[in-house]
């Protein structure tokens, strides 16, 4: 596509909810990251896919939360249980391989918010 | 661990005025980012600092990269109401991911 896609755009969980976000990368990038912006934060990183292989989830926060890219294209946030602080919009950037120069390509997120 | 500051974190500007936004960082990288996000929008690359020196301008923005220091500066000049926006900048650390500022919430005022 032409843009880096996420969906679905604002998500409302009542606490104790699973719940999967989903990110479309540029198709051909081969990195993918996800990164966590609380309000009025700057983001902050989550994981990072190479092709399928997750190389980093140093960032995510729990063990509730799990992500995977099983084909190397698409990849899915899974928050178990969710939490009030697990409030957040949560963003995917995807690269042509690692961190580039030119820097990310970051899709509009998902604006989680946990009730 | 880098860690990335930003100041002022918070920034109330009249229009036509000058003002510097400055970045500092902990850690060695030669790699830094400026971006802008509005308000309930994703963020939106302005410029990308890859050496020691690096001068980047656009429009009434220019951003410059002291490696050295580790210090990155934002010059806004003659600001306008279209620049009001949060303001972040980002650091390369170690390859391995962006590690981001606090944000300076710019306002301009008429």
């Known amino acids: 596509g032409a843009g880096v896609s996420q969906s679905p755009r604002y998500k409302v969980a009542k606490r104790g909810q699973d719940v999967a976000l989903r990110c479309d990368p540029i198709?051909?990038?081969?990195?993918l990251f996800w990164y966590q912006q609380a309000l009025g934060q700057g983001p902050e990183f989550l994981t990072y896919?190479?092709?399928?292989?997750?190389?980093?989830k140093s960032g995510l926060p729990s063990d509730r939360f799990f992500a995977e890219r099983p084909e190397g294209s698409v990849s899915t946030l899974k928050i178990q249980r969710t939490q009030q602080e697990d409030s957040a919009v949560y963003l995917c950037?995807?690269?042509?391989?690692?961190?580039?120069?030119?820097?990310?390509?970051f899709g509009s997120g998902t604006r989680l918010t946990v009730v | 661990e880098l860690k990335v500051e930003q100041n002022p974190l918070f920034l109330s500007m009249q229009e036509g005025k000058n003002y510097t936004i400055y970045c500092n960082y902990s850690?060695?990288?030669?790699?830094l980012y400026w971006y802008r996000q509005d308000p309930g929008k994703s963020l939106e690359s302005l410029f990308v600092?890859?050496?020691?020196?690096a001068v980047k301008q656009e429009g009434r923005l220019m951003a410059s990269l002291d490696t050295k220091a580790r210090l990155s500066t934002l010059h806004i000049t003659a600001a306008v109401h279209d620049l009001s926006a949060t303001y972040f900048c980002?650091?390369?650390?170690?390859?391995?991911?962006?590690?981001f500022g606090p944000g300076t919430r710019l306002s301009v005022l008429p």
């Open positions: 950037a995807s690269s042509l391989v690692g961190v580039p120069s030119y820097g990310y390509t």
């Open positions: 980002a650091v390369d650390n170690y390859g391995q991911n962006f590690v």
């Open positions: 896919f190479q092709n399928e292989a997750q190389l980093d």
């Open positions: 600092l890859l050496s020691n020196g």
């Open positions: 850690t060695t990288s030669d790699r």
């Open positions: 198709s051909g990038h081969v990195s």
